[in-house]
């Protein structure tokens, strides 16, 4: 069975620091991998979609990598800002069906 | 991006009454859907997979009898709550992806915020 795992579960940064944040999966027969962020209370927005043949994707100040060998993937967010403060997801497809992580709560200082 | 349109976002019911939430795909057809459920602090956990057509598959866990799903045609599907009691407050949200392979993105709708009084 697939067991997501995203660490740190908190992390609480001042405004403008670049940080990482880290998912592992424990089995790498995976069709895609994808980084939601979620706000209090509110449903998902999808930030990156990795498919299991990409190494990694960008957009805008995020940037998602993919080691499908080693069951690991990082989101990159540079020059954070307070409104990046949110609880980020990662979860690996496989068939459409997602599993996710625990998530990282990210605050980000003024 | 796909829309997956999500109803109610909230509820409050009385324990002992049902609440029906509905998914909707309004711009493409999706085979299965995916109802999850998210406790306070907690990740989102599937429920079970909606298939059009036939039976929903239901995670180990989670009563069939109790949550049950229907997904009449291609662009919806419901989860009805029957019976609720305060402990199946939580955030239930679905997911769908257009049909045509297995590897595309996950689309989700809003989130539907179950309070049961």
């Known amino acids: 069975k697939q067991e997501v795992t995203q660490i740190p579960a908190a992390l609480s940064v001042p405004e403008g620091e670049n940080l990482v944040l880290n998912c592992s999966f424990t089995d790498s027969a995976i069709y895609n991998l994808q980084w939601f962020r979620q706000d209090p209370g509110k449903g998902l927005t999808s930030l990156l979609l990795i498919q299991s043949s990409q190494r990694e994707q960008t957009s805008g100040r995020l940037n998602a990598s993919l080691d499908k060998s080693s069951g690991r993937s990082t989101l990159y967010i540079a020059a954070s800002q307070p409104g990046d403060s949110a609880t980020y997801l990662c979860a690996v497809g496989a068939g459409n069906m997602l599993t996710f992580g625990g998530g990282t709560r990210l605050m980000v200082k003024p | 991006g796909a829309v997956v349109s999500q109803h109610p976002s909230w509820v409050i019911c009385k324990s002992g009454t049902s609440v029906k939430i509905e998914c909707r795909s309004l711009?493409?057809?999706?085979?299965?859907m995916f109802w999850y459920r998210q406790f306070p602090k907690q990740s989102l956990m599937l429920m079970a997979t909606?298939?059009?057509?036939?039976?929903?598959?239901?995670e180990q866990g989670v009563e069939k009898d109790k949550f049950l799903i229907n997904h009449a045609s291609l662009t919806l599907s419901t989860l009805t709550v029957t019976s609720a009691h305060p402990e199946d407050s939580s955030f239930y949200i679905c997911s769908a992806s257009p049909r045509v392979r297995k590897n595309t993105e996950a689309f989700f709708g809003q989130g539907t915020r179950l309070t049961v009084v």
């Open positions: 711009d493409f057809q999706a085979t299965t």
């Open positions: 909606s298939n059009e057509g036939s039976k929903a598959t239901y």
